[in-house]
C-alpha cells in the first residue's frame, strides 16, 4: 500500500517543517501521525491533495517533539502514529520504535524477533518503506556487520542521524 493511493481516503491534514536534515513533510489521519517524509525521499508520494495546516493537533505535536530531538537526541517521541501500510510493514515499523536513541539494530534481528529468521530482504523492504522517519527509526537499522546500508532518504541523512545520537564518530565509524 502506498501513501498516495490512500491519501484521499484517510489523511486528513499536512504541513512542511524545516530540520537541520532538511524539510519534511507531515501528514497526518485522524488517528495519528501517517507520514514524516523528507524532499526527495525514496516512495514520497509527492504533493499530495491535502490542506495544510500546521495546528492540526497530530502535526504540531510531531513538528514540536521533532525540533525536540534535534535538541536533544534523547527527546522521546509520543505523537499518535498511524502509518499506512501492510500488516507486515505495520509489525516491522513498530519494532522500529523499540530502538532506543544511541543503539542499533539489524534487518536480521529484526527478522528473527517477528519469528521469519530467514527474512531480512522483506524487513529491509519494509523498513525502506517507513513512511514516518526519524519517529519510526528506520535509520538505526544497519547491515549485519554494521554497514550503513540504504536509506531511503539518503545515506548522508543517516550517518548525520546516527552521528546527532552519539552512535557514529565523526569519521563513521561504529563505537
Known amino acids: 500500500m502506498k501513501l498516495a493511493d490512500i491519501a484521499t481516503n ?3 491534514a499536512q504541513c512542511r517543517i524545516a530540520t537541520p536534515m532538511g524539510s519534511l513533510t507531515l501528514a497526518a489521519t485522524s488517528r495519528g501521525l501517517a507520514a514524516a517524509l523528507f524532499d526527495a525521499q525514496k516512495h514520497h508520494p509527492g504533493d499530495l491533495p491535502l490542506p495544510d495546516d500546521p495546528q492540526h493537533p497530530h502535526l504540531a505535536q ?3 517533539e521533532l525540533a525536540a530531538y534535534f535538541g536533544n537526541a534523547q527527546a522521546a517521541f509520543t505523537v499518535p502514529l498511524d502509518p499506512q501500510g501492510s500488516d507486515f510493514q ?3 515499523w513498530k519494532l522500529l520504535l523499540t530502538i532506543a536513541p544511541g543503539r542499533l539494530s539489524t534487518y536480521g534481528q529484526i527478522a528473527r524477533q517477528l519469528g521469519r529468521a530467514d527474512g531480512a530482504r522483506a524487513v529491509g523492504s519494509a523498513v525502506g518503506r517507513n513512511p514516518i522517519s526519524i519517529i519510526g527509526p528506520c535509520h538505526r537499522v544497519v547491515g549485519h556487520d554494521g554497514a550503513l546500508t540504504g536509506y531511503a532518504a539518503g545515506l548522508p541523512r543517516k550517518k548525520a542521524l546516527l552521528q546527532h545520537e552519539g ?3 565523526v569519521q563513521g565509524a561504529l563505537i
Request: cysteine-free.
Open 10 to 12: 484517510t489523511l486528513v
Open 62 to 64: 510531531a513538528a514540536a
Open 90 to 92: 505495520r509489525a516491522v
Open 167 to 169: 552512535v557514529l564518530q
